[in-house]
């Protein structure tokens, strides 16, 4: 087969393991990896990709995918070059408060500096892994807020390879989702506001304290699995089944939140799959309810193993 990357082979690279990059730390190799070292870098892989009918699939942390034991076929862009984590902070003396960071930026530390700083609007998302571009793409938050709530305008690379600048209202923000699927989120600007440094902290510490009481914090996972239902908790309905605990191989319903499923490292996605499936199918026998993913799937779905209905 004709090597399409020929020319970029400094920056993509072929039949890499996904498994170290994703939090449930499963899953197999991407047909290619690209590591960009600009936006026209990346620009131009995108580009590359979509004149050669390779799918693209952007990688942050991994904190919301399952990536299937077989692999992704297409193209796995990961930002961890330093243009993609630089983040610019506003300096005290001009009072503002806008800070322009990387898509690739760790939220963790994104959001610690910001309290640091006396910073506020992210403290409210303490305790939620990801990178800054998944985290915008997720609109991921909770009770004490979500990022759509400080994002003033992106910097993106579009599915032919432009390089475009979106407004928030343009990157469309939901609940959970966004209208930026097929985008590559380079930049993103964030309007915080200048508080009490103590303040913040405050708040900052009841958030990651309440994370840790109710989710396992400490084992390998990629957060809630499923939807909530309208109306309804997936997490409960998950409970009520009297699933906690249950297990297949390495992969478990977690006892402290039904949501989550955590592994032991070393797990396969395929019990991760399977597990799924029995979730789905006893959660629809006993009350009717067909409970919708909320994590990501890459590569080839193990769509019977996860049916609801039997
Ligand atoms: C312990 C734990 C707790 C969690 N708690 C919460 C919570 O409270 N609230 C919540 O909302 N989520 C939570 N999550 C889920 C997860 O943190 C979020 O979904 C987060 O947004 C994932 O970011 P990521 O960088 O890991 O994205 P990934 O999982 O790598 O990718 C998720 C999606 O974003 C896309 N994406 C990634 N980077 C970019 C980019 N630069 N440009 C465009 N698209 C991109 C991917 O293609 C994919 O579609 C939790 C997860 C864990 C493991």
Known sequence: MRNLFADLSEIVFERESLADLTSYRVGGPA???ARPRSIDDLARVVHRC???DVPVFTLGRG??????DEGVDGMVIRLDAPVFNRVEWPTASNGGASVMAGGGTDMYRLVSESVRRGLAGLEGLGGIPG????????NAGGRWGQIADVVRDLTVVDPLGGIRRLSAAEAGFGYRRSNLGGMVVCQVRMELKREDPAAIRERFKVVWASKRRTQPMAELSAGCVFKNPPGGSAGL???????KGHAVGGARVSELHANFIVVRPGTAADDIFTLIGRIRRE???????????EIEVWGRRRVRA???TV
Do not use: T, Y
């Open 31 to 33: 047909r290619w990896l």
């Open 50 to 52: 979509a004149r050669e």
């Open 63 to 68: 904190a919301n995918l399952l990536v299937s």
């Open 131 to 138: 990178r800054l571009g998944g985290i915008v793409r997720m």
């Open 237 to 243: 309905l998950i409970d009520r089944a009297g699933l």
């Open 283 to 293: 959660v629809a026998r006993r009350f009717g309810v067909e409970l919708d993913l």
């Open 306 to 308: 996860m049916e609801a």
